[in-house]
């Protein structure tokens, strides 16, 4: 049995995440801020935690990591404030990043989107700019770091049921639409696979089995 934590558990791709991981067998523990989402997060079969990552120094966070195998970044301040998306999406995630090290917990998956990086752009004038900026910041953070990481680019994300079928590194310029339920059998399914640590996973609503497109090289 492997355990793992998911920061932002009750997130619509977290919860779905939960509920697979539960079924899988493993023990999860999923943090969240508010405790009144506790029972929603049990419903999945996780266990959860209150952490508030926003504010949670990077020692704290370490504490709540210790003895798990696995974490997955799933949290996100929601937009709309930038000052609290450079907060949680970037500082956060980073000190969460290093407090994965400092716990040992060497496998860290980071949910991102479609597009994310220096070169994304988003013009500063755009309520996205300050999203765009944080998910670059940290994916580039963890890039750098000796952990073995994965980092998850789903496109544009909707409630369509999961269909276990994408497309890996697909045209900027197509169909970017990726079900919540997809991502969470992506990020499920590189928990299990050793081989997609160091990569960077762009992906979308496809024709490919998840197992098969996540192969060397998909």
Known sequence: MTRIAIIGGHGKVALLLSQ????????????????????DVAATGATPSVLDVENAATTDIADAL??????????????????????????????????????????????SYFGAGKDNGVPESNSFFAYAEAKAAADEYLRGTGLEWTILGPGTLTDKPGTGLIDVDPSPDGDRDTSRANTAIVAAAVLDLPQTAGRTIEFRDGTLPVSAALGPRA
């Open 66 to 111: 210790q003895g798990h195998d696995a974490v997955v970044w799933s949290a996100g301040a929601g937009g709309g404030n930038p000052e609290r998306t450079y907060a949680v999406d970037r500082d956060a995630a980073i000190r969460s990043i290093d407090a994965a090290a400092q716990a040992g917990v060497n496998r860290y998956v980071m949910v």
């Open 20 to 39: 697979l991981l539960a079924g899988e067998g493993h023990a999860v523990t999923s943090f969240i801020r508010n405790p009144d989402h506790a029972a």
